[in-house]
């Protein structure tokens, strides 16, 4: 959707009338019956992250949701800012196979950006918006334990692959009514007591099967999964886990949305019911896909 097809829905949406107002409330009802007290992961990442109008919007749908009884847990990225302060201390960023390699300094660097800075900011915001937040790392109470990846021989140095999740602190959190925001920085297993650098739409996938979620989600720079890419209107609303192996095999599924898909498998294999990739750059699309028939983006269950 572009700037000027979301001014217009907002231009529209000004002009409903009474009738029509209370009708959509009327559809959002079920929903909200439906969600008060599940769990819902919402891997946070991409444009929603950097755009400030975006990350506003993301903010409200959260605190909403939280309000009306919504457990949500917020899982977040950050490889922008990363990127921004590795150039700030002129330390070059080096990438093998697409993974970040992260040696001492980097990982420092790292962690100091995740879990010191952009977590705070997130916390804050939601603070701002009335929420009742809590910053968490995956180092915290063993939350997230990984060991050392090597892709396809090559070392990666402080780079990681979640093995345990112990989701303790993460469920007080949510009975004590907190929304959790998680960094993805991982303690070492076994006595490894380095840190890791994880990928955060692998963690907040097991993050989410870990807390037997009802839904997982993740924003993201794309509409979902497209029949055709360069089609815009040819989005898959539903796709049955079944079905992705085939659709990979047959290039539907290609590039980027591959790592995205595997996660929702991850979580759906796990038990998670409803796995979503939907777009963060349009304004309260978790409110879209949460509160209306229509949803958005991809949904694989």
């Not at 949500?72 to 921004?84: D, M, R, T």
């Amino acid at each position: 959707m572009t700037d000027i097809e979301i001014q217009n829905d907002e231009k529209r949406g000004r002009s409903l009338d009474n009738e029509h107002w209370a009708d959509v409330l009327v559809q959002a009802m079920p929903y909200f019956k439906q969600w008060c007290g599940k769990i819902v992961v919402v891997k946070y990442g991409g444009n929603a992250m950097l755009n400030d109008d975006l990350k506003a919007a993301v903010m409200k749908d959260l605190v909403l949701l939280h309000t009306i009884g919504v457990h949500v847990v917020l899982v977040h990225g950050g490889g922008p800012e990363i990127n921004k302060m590795l150039e700030r201390v002129g330390k070059e960023s080096k990438f093998v196979n697409g993974l970040r390699y992260t040696d001492d300094e980097t990982m420092e660097i790292v962690q100091m950006v995740l879990t010191g800075k952009l977590n705070k900011d997130i916390v804050g915001l939601l603070l701002q918006e009335g929420g009742k937040a809590v910053g968490l790392s995956g180092v915290d109470s063993g939350l997230l334990r990984a060991k050392k990846i090597n892709k396809d021989g090559t070392d990666l140095g402080f780079v990681g692959e979640v093995t345990e999740v112990h989701p303790e602190i993460v469920s007080s959190m949510l009975e004590q009514g907190f929304i959790p925001v998680i960094s993805t920085v991982a303690l070492g297993e076994n006595g490894d007591n380095n840190r890791y650098n994880i990928n955060a739409d692998t963690a907040a996938a097991k993050i989410a099967v870990a807390l037997r979620a009802e839904k997982f989600i993740q924003l993201t720079n794309v509409s979902g999964v497209l029949k055709d890419i360069n089609d815009p209107k040819s989005l898959i609303t539903r796709i049955p886990a079944a079905n992705v192996p085939h659709l990979i095999e047959s290039g539907v599924i290609a590039g980027g949305m591959i790592p995205k898909v595997e996660c929702c498998m991850i979580a759906s294999k796990g038990g998670v019911p409803r796995t979503h990739i939907i777009d963060g750059r349009v304004p309260h699309s978790l409110l879209i896909e949460m509160f209306s028939d229509r949803g958005i983006g991809t949904m694989i269950y």
